[in-house]
Nanobody, 123 residues
Framework: QVRVVESGGGLVQAGGSLRLSCAASGSIRSVNAMGWYRQGPGLQRDLVAT???????GYADSVKGRFTISRDNVQNTVYLQMNNLKPEDTAVYYCNARVVLTTTLSLAEYEYWGQGTQVTVSS
C-alpha cells in the first residue's frame, strides 16, 4: 500500500558531506512524522532526526549542528543533509514514515520503513 524509498548513501571521507533523500508513495492520505534512523554493525537502530508536517524537528545529540532534516509535504519527501561526517556516522540509514492511509475510514497511523541506504565514512 505504501512504498518508502531512500537514496543518496555512499562512501565519503571524514569531514565530507552527503544528502539522503526519502520518498513515500502509494495509498497516502497524509504523512505525519518522518524521520531518519541508523544502525551500525552490531548495534541497535537509533533515531537520528525527525520532522513533523509543521516543520518541528528533533535530533540525536551526536548529530546536532552537523545534520539537518527537511521535508517537502507536497511530495511526501524527507531529506537529511549530513555535513562534517565522522567515521562513527558509518551505518545503514533508514527512513521512517508515519502514514494515514486512503484505504481506511479512520485516522489511524501506520508506520513504514525504507530498505535502508549505506553510509560509509572513511578516516
Amino acid at each position: 500500500q505504501v512504498r518508502v524509498v531512500e537514496s543518496g548513501g555512499g562512501l565519503v571521507q571524514a569531514g565530507g558531506s552527503l544528502r539522503l533523500s526519502c520518498a513515500a508513495s502509494g495509498s497516502i492520505r497524509s504523512v505525519n512524522a518522518m524521520g531518519w534512523y541508523r544502525q551500525g554493525p552490531g548495534l541497535q537502530r537509533d533515531l537520528v532526526a525527525t520532522t513533523t508536517p509543521t516543520g518541528n524537528t528533533g535530533y540525536a545529540d551526536s548529530v546536532k549542528g552537523r545534520f539537518t532534516i527537511s521535508r517537502d509535504n507536497v511530495q511526501n519527501t524527507v531529506y537529511l543533509q549530513m555535513n562534517n561526517l565522522k567515521p562513527e556516522d558509518t551505518a545503514v540509514y533508514y527512513c521512517n514514515a508515519r502514514v494515514v492511509l486512503t484505504t481506511t475510514l479512520s485516522l489511524a497511523e501506520y508506520e513504514y520503513w525504507g530498505q535502508g541506504t549505506q553510509v560509509t565514512v572513511s578516516s
